[in-house]
């Protein structure tokens, strides 16, 4: 069983089937959103 975080924020995103187990780094919608508006 793996396990996607956001980066950011440490909130899970999603699981996912793997042989072992292992977590994973992203970036949720929410802190891309707020990414893309602190750019412009």
């Given at each position: 069983?793996?396990?996607?975080v956001?980066?950011?924020?440490?909130?899970?995103?999603d699981?996912?089937?793997?042989?072992?187990?292992?977590i994973?780094?992203?970036?949720?919608?929410e802190?891309?959103?707020?990414d893309i508006?602190?750019e412009e």
């Amino acid at each position: 069983m793996g396990t996607i975080v956001c980066q950011s924020c440490n909130s899970v995103i999603d699981h996912f089937e793997d042989e072992k187990v292992s977590i994973l780094y992203s970036n949720c919608c929410e802190c891309c959103d707020q990414d893309i508006m602190n750019e412009e």
